[in-house]
């Protein structure tokens, strides 16, 4: 019997050393330990032994099983160790290969463009303000001094919802809103940025929608020489030091006097070329000394207030200020034209 132990360690010894994963390792110790196995039967045949050798070979059986299972559990942690490191291998990364590049979105230009000038007149002490893009005829026109019937209104090709409800035509109607939210008790320094519509056929320098932003500062002593200085500054800040502006007479029912602003064309210097016109200046603007009647109607006693108003179109400005030459590419949204614009002032994200 103890010939038979030996040669049932010696062939699981072997089997173990030889097996090569660990369902195979399973399987040897079904073989051998299992209930039905081979040391198992040996070890069942114990009873036909006498009283003396019962423990001796109870004995050796128990070494033999000792090293079967010291064996398969040696054997077991080498091959675990081995599949580890084969699937480590094959999963492998690696961690030096270039990323593929994330496509940074960014603000749109135009958006760009109008935080930009809303920084520039927040940091002259204006405060930005808001009005509805579905406007009524009063505060589009009434409100600045456009009766109905009025011929100027004819300027401004206009989307009717109603008789009395429409497309604002320009931001102007948020000059009236918000002095009389005053009360015609406080100054107002705001400025409003916002949507504006006209019946205008689309073409490289006209659509039917675009942006405009609106300015107005009411009060006490406000002067003509303050819009020059506050629109110079502006205009400076935007276009560069260099940059001259002038003022020209002009007309809008709603301020008096009226004037237009130009730029000194910075292509040429004011020498005069073709993006001027030959002329040496760009219009960029207009404004005006606030109408009295656009004071009284909105509360405010053109005795002792006055006030400056100015309006302009921030496409414009980026058109000029980046050389686009036609208005649709702000609103077509090409990315390969918008991405060129996201290093412009808040254009990361
Ligand atoms: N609302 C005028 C326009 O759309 C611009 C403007 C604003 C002019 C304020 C004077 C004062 O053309």
Redesign the pocket.
Known sequence: MKEQLEAIQAEALDKIKQATDLKELQDIKVTYLGKKGSLTSVLRGMGKLSKEERPVVGEIANKVRESITGEIEQKSEVLEQAALEEQLEKEALDVTLPGRPVQLGGAHLLTSIVEEIEDLFIGMGFEVREGPEVETDYYNFEA?NLPKGHPARD??DTFYITNELLLR????PV?ARTMLQYKGKQGVKMICPGK?YRRDTDDATHSHQFT?I???YVDENVRMSDLKGTLDRFAKKMFGQTREIRLRP?F?P??EP??EMDISCKVCNGEGCSVCKQSGWIEI????M?HPRVLEMAGYDSKKYTG??????PERIAMLKYGIDDIRQFYTNDVRFLSQYHHAKGGTM
Not at 169 to 172: G, P, R
Not at 308 to 313: C, I, L, P, T
């Open positions: 600045l300027m401004q035509t320009h931001t102007s000059q504006v405009q609106e300015g107005l002009s809008f709603f301020t009226s004037v603007l207009g404004g005006g606030v400056f108003a100015f309006g302009m179109g």
